[in-house]
């Protein structure tokens, strides 16, 4: 049975439409003809030792495969570097190699790093919460006398992406709010996102990328990725426009015509610098509802302000005005909003490329050891590296972080470091959940369209990355002969398209080798 088939299963949530997918997604010649002899991944040999009879038929094929390799590498794209390697982990050695030892940025492979740390922090079970507090007592009319607190606790999966409708978190929490008995709060609505530190934006993230989704700001308080939906559509007395999800956080001007007749529509959505929205443009009186993606700047006040439209569908007011703050230590639990399980979670973040879901879970697996117990890129990276170090035999010198996503310019890896990971993953207790969240050859998600009709298809799973000037491939296949090997491909330079094809050659190339 191939790998995939045996361990791969697909979990996730609700696919959302492209403008939520978090792609951080934009040569010397070898004169190696046999594979250098390498340190091996730890992993104990499933079968027993070579005849030696058969050693020289084993040692041609490999010597083979080296040089399928090392010529699809060179001769399919035009400048930049290779780093590469393939190790078995069924007999434990090295297959091949070529720059296994350079750091090179590994755009969104890096999210393979963060998936490992925080399966192995947390669990595949585990779910991140979102809590509600209060400050004060409730009386017998349903008054909080005192502040109600939104605490973010770092949950990525607040989002229609999971739920389906991007209103589902906040009108869940509201429900409970008004199941505890209150009816008004007499003092303020608080975001508190303390959980993380106030950098919001990686550094090594370009400018240009700010105002797309993929590249939404972090924050432990985040809801639908940051990202707002604006919905303009037709009307009886003029054009409408509704927010998804619905929120008190931003003022909208409507400057939208309507044009009698008309099928189309040209709208543009201003985001003022006060973070109010202007939308301008007509809309046709036969034209559909349309969406437009806004990110958001101020993610606790946005999700603040979700969740204060939530409450006030329901007839609870908030005489107080809308802020950011910290949660008292006194302060009491009122209801509290859990995220699904991390299996799930990062099923869909490796699978889909999502880098707001790693951005978070990178930070909240920092959590757990910092000494202040607040996410940070920087203790993300004393978290990562800790692992590394201690559990995947990894020099900490091989992993340089400024993100969780790949996203960042300045994050880079030696591919050594990443196949020593799968190797790890493979053998954890966690293994089929981080298995299971990579896409397949030729089947689905960022792999879909690859390794088609070839015997990569159906078999082989690895995590994509892709930038302007990075193309990357990660993960595991099972060989003609039953092994399964683990292999990571970075290319870094202009010709990615190329390196592309190049890595999917290379992919049908594995899943056909036999040692017999």
């Known amino acids: 049975m191939k790998l995939a088939a045996a361990l791969v299963s697909i979990v996730g949530g609700v696919t959302l439409v492209a403008a939520m997918r978090g792609g951080s997604e934009p040569t010397a010649r070898a004169t190696s003809t046999a594979p250098v002899p390498d340190v091996t991944v730890g992993v104990a040999p499933a079968m027993p030792a070579v005849p030696a009879a058969r050693t020289a038929a084993m040692s041609r094929a490999v010597r083979v495969l080296d040089l399928d390799l090392n010529s699809v590498l060179s001769a ?3 400048g930049g570097h290779w780093g590469a390697i393939v190790v078995s982990l069924t007999r434990g050695d090295t297959l091949f190699t070529r720059g296994a030892d350079a750091l090179m940025q590994p755009a969104s492979t890096l999210k393979l790093f963060t998936t490992g740390l925080a399966l192995d922090r947390f669990g595949p079970n585990y779910q ?10 409730v009386s017998a009319d349903g008054t909080l006398r005192g502040n109600l607190y939104l605490r973010g606790g770092g949950d990525p999966a607040m989002s229609m992406r999971f739920f389906g409708s991007a209103n589902t978190p906040m009108d869940s929490l509201a429900n409970a709010i008004a199941l505890r008995g209150i009816r008004r709060v007499s003092g303020d609505l608080v975001a508190d996102a303390s959980a993380f530190d106030d950098q919001r934006i990686p550094d090594g993230w370009k400018r240009r990328y700010l105002s797309a989704a993929y590249a939404a700001p972090v924050s432990a308080l985040s809801l639908n990725e940051n990202v707002l939906w604006v919905a303009v559509g037709p009307g009886r007395g003029g054009a409408t426009i509704a927010l998804e999800p619905a929120t008190t956080a931003f003022t909208v001007t409507n400057n939208v015509s309507q044009r009698a007749g008309r099928t189309g529509a040209s709208i543009v959505v201003y985001r003022r610098p006060d973070g109010n929205l202007d939308v301008r443009g007509w809309v046709g ?21 979700a969740l204060r439209a939530a409450l006030a569908a329901r007839g609870i007011t908030v005489d107080g005005t809308l802020r950011e703050g910290v949660t008292p230590p006194a302060a009491q639990h009122v209801a509290s909003f859990e995220s699904p399980p991390l299996a799930q979670i990062v ?20 959590r757990t050891e910092a000494p202040d117990h607040v996410g940070s890129v920087a203790a993300g990276e004393v978290a990562l590296r800790r692992f590394l170090t201690d559990k995947v035999d990894v020099p900490a010198t091989d992993v340089r972080v400024a993100d969780g996503s790949g996203l960042s310019v300045r994050d880079s890896v030696t591919p050594r470091a990443m196949v020593h990971l799968l190797a790890y993953a493979h053998r954890a207790p966690w293994s089929s ?9 030729g089947e689905s998600e960022l792999l879909k369209a690859r390794m088609r009709r070839t015997a990569a298809q159906g078999n082989l799973h690895a995590k994509t990355g892709t930038t302007n000037t990075v193309a990357s491939l990660a993960g595991y296949v099972t060989a003609e002969d039953g092994e399964i090997l683990a292999f990571a491909f970075i290319y870094n330079g202009a010709d990615r398209w190329n390196a592309r094809a190049a890595m999917d050659k ?9 040692r017999n």
Not at 285 to 305: E, H, I, L, M, Q
């Open 285 to 305: 009186t036969k034209s559909p509802t349309r969406r437009y993606s806004v990110v958001v700047n101020d993610p606790p006040r946005f999700a603040a302000g």
């Open 506 to 514: 290379t992919g049908a190339l594995l899943a056909s080798f036999s």
């Open 128 to 137: 991140l919460g979102t809590d509600v507090l209060r400050d004060g007592p």
């Open 76 to 78: 399919r794209v035009r």
């Open 347 to 366: 099923s869909e973040m490796n699978r889909e490329s999502i880098n707001h879901l790693a951005e978070l879970l990178f930070r909240d697996a920092a």
């Open 433 to 441: 959940a981080f298995h299971s969240s990579l896409p397949v050859a």
